[in-house]
């Protein structure tokens, strides 16, 4: 059985891709991060959908993004918008890095594994913000992974996929829903409470909420109450 | 003052590319990892070295690399071999995907400072067995870096500076002792004990003491008693 890594962050992206990854036959190695951030549910959530969705193995590895602060997501200083993403600039929840490190650990992982694939859910809603969703990124950090390893330099190069990349937040769902992924488990909002409940208010509840509106399926996100 | 990010690991190399940076003018900003290494002793020079060579900061990160295992420098079960470079084999002591890591997290750093300059002390003697101490590698990553900061698509791009690639250990240790290093205070040894001292018999050890012969400097390294 092929091997792949899939970066699980517990939001209703990744749970997307743990599922095509599975869909296409991998064995799923799947690793989530605790970086600090302030929606600390997500971890929780990541649990849950490894184990729903067959992963052969979950590691959770403790990075400390915050060090080096810049952030609304790990920086308590800087407030999370909640105005919608303006076009054209990049939003202050924005992980200077982010991308990069965390493909750079699944990386190690890779190539301990021998795995040939690694899964990350960028996507067109994200790549209209942040440098580190946009396709040309991505071909850069394959290209340079495939002269960082032993393995890419023997010939067995690691191939990065990135199968929402092209999708609507709407196809996302439809795409998920189809593969029997349950976004009742998942976590999305930049500021959910302990119990993972949402703030519907941020621009990650509200880019959710518009993509099962406009996939025509039922919101199974679970909001907290208004204050 | 422009400031550059700089990989700082308590050895040898990285020890002359400070004194270079400094020298060129750079405010320094160093950054070094404790990932787990059976060499802690490093992490005390890291510190000793920035404080000696005027680097304006000097932070530590914990990262985990023991975690995905791999190399005989983060997992105990894999022996530190102590009979010379294989020619055209990569070194057991190889950690998956280290450099990419530890300059992700640099360019996090960078990014934050706005940084024009990132140093590294990959050189000619490493580049022969390690796939990350390439010079197509170190091109392949500042490419990517720069599509995927927030700087490098405002047009500000981060140069990676590898001042050591072409030099040999003798013309290494030559250079920094030029610019005032204190080669006593590092420590290169992958099996130093806790007082820093190495042991003389490991490649590190090897290719060190052979760069002092051959460079006609006398070794400052400190050694420990024979068993």
Known sequence: MKKAVILLSGGLDSATVLAIARDQGFAAYCLSFDYGQRHNAELAAARRVAA?????????????????????LTDASIEVPTGGVVEGEIPVTYVPARNTIMLSYALAWAEVLEASDLFIGV???DYSGYPDCRPEYI???????????????????????TP???????????????????????????????????????????????????????DPTRYRPAA
Chains 1, 2 share one sequence.
């Open 139 to 161: 071909a850069a950090f394959e290209a340079m992974a495939n002269l960082a390893t032993r393995t890419g330099v023997e010939g067995k190069p690691l191939r990065i996929n």
């Open 164 to 218: 929402l990349i092209d999708l609507t937040k709407a196809q996302i769902v439809q795409r998920g829903t189809a593969l029997g992924v349950d976004y009742g488990l998942t976590v999305s909002c930049y500021q959910a409470d302990d119990q993972g409940r949402a703030c519907g208010a941020c621009d990650a509840c509200r880019l959710r909420r518009i993509g099962f509106e406009a996939a025509g399926l039922t």
């Open 52 to 72: 729903t969705l067959g992963a052969t193995e979950h590691r959770v590895a403790t990075i400390d993004l915050k060090a080096f602060g810049g952030s609304a």
């Open 123 to 125: 996507n067109a809603v």
